[in-house]
């Protein structure tokens, strides 16, 4: 199974960690941005790491984890033009993304595929309480669908819980528990 990750920051990179760490060996990472100090209370990078490119940070720290992960990398920008045809490719998509309307471009991009996506939706804050799963078509989207990071300061407690359950529904979907049990 080939999942592609859009956006490698708090969620993507979270999931992307939860996922390797959970049998996955196939990843596509999308994102433009740079690793930056105010990313690292919540984000899977290193102080080291600062000022490289998510997508290649990210991947190093991945590639330790399994050295024998298959990772595409991509910096890009994702708009309506180029989205659907960035994750034409893989099984199943992690939205990370941080704008409003491109989370629900993308999501309109991929919505006819029928491929599993996963989206967060209010990561924000420090409620936990809040934190629930809704089902979308072909879309799960899991979050408190409240506080979004314009209205509240991201931790790590609640950016990690929202990622690890996103990670757990596509090892969920592609059968990953099933095959630990047969091991």
């Given at each position: 199974?080939?999942?592609?990750?859009?956006?490698?920051?708090?969620?993507?990179?979270?999931?992307?960690?939860?996922?390797?760490?959970?049998?996955?060996?196939?990843?596509?990472?999308?994102?433009?941005?740079?690793?930056?100090?105010?990313?690292?209370?919540?984000?899977?990078?290193?102080?080291?790491?600062?000022?490289?490119?998510?997508?290649?940070?990210?991947?190093?720290?991945?590639?330790?984890?399994?050295?024998d992960l298959q990772?595409?990398?991509?910096?890009?920008?994702?708009?309506?033009?180029?989205?659907?045809?960035?994750?034409?490719?893989?099984?199943?998509?992690?939205?990370?993304?941080?704008?409003?309307?491109?989370?629900?471009?993308?999501?309109?991009?991929?919505?006819?595929?029928?491929?599993?996506?996963?989206?967060?939706?209010?990561?924000?804050?420090?409620?936990?309480?809040?934190?629930?799963?809704?089902?979308?078509?072909?879309?799960?989207?899991?979050?408190?669908?409240r506080t979004d990071?314009?209205?509240?300061?991201?931790?790590?407690?609640?950016?990690?819980?929202?990622?690890?359950?996103?990670?757990?529904?596509?090892?969920?979907?592609?059968?990953?528990?099933?095959r630990c049990q047969?091991?």
């Amino acid at each position: 199974m080939k999942i592609g990750i859009a956006g490698t920051g708090g969620i993507g990179s979270n999931v992307a960690l939860v996922l390797v760490r959970g049998g996955v060996r196939r990843l596509k990472l999308v994102d433009f941005d740079r690793v930056e100090a105010g990313n690292l209370n919540r984000q899977f990078f290193f102080y080291d790491q600062i000022g490289r490119t998510k997508v290649d940070a990210l991947a190093d720290n991945l590639k330790r984890i399994a050295p024998d992960l298959q990772l595409e990398t991509i910096v890009l920008r994702l708009d309506e033009a180029n989205m659907a045809a960035t994750f034409h490719d893989c099984d199943a998509v992690v939205e990370g993304l941080d704008d409003h309307a491109a989370k629900k471009r993308l999501m309109e991009a991929l919505a006819a595929t029928g491929r599993p996506i996963v989206s967060a939706s209010g990561v924000a804050g420090p409620d936990l309480d809040g934190i629930g799963t809704r089902r979308l078509g072909n879309g799960t989207i899991i979050g408190d669908f409240r506080t979004d990071a314009d209205q509240a300061l991201c931790f790590a407690p609640k950016v990690t819980i929202v990622a690890a359950m996103m990670a757990h529904i596509l090892l969920e979907k592609g059968g990953y528990y099933e095959r630990c049990q047969l091991e």
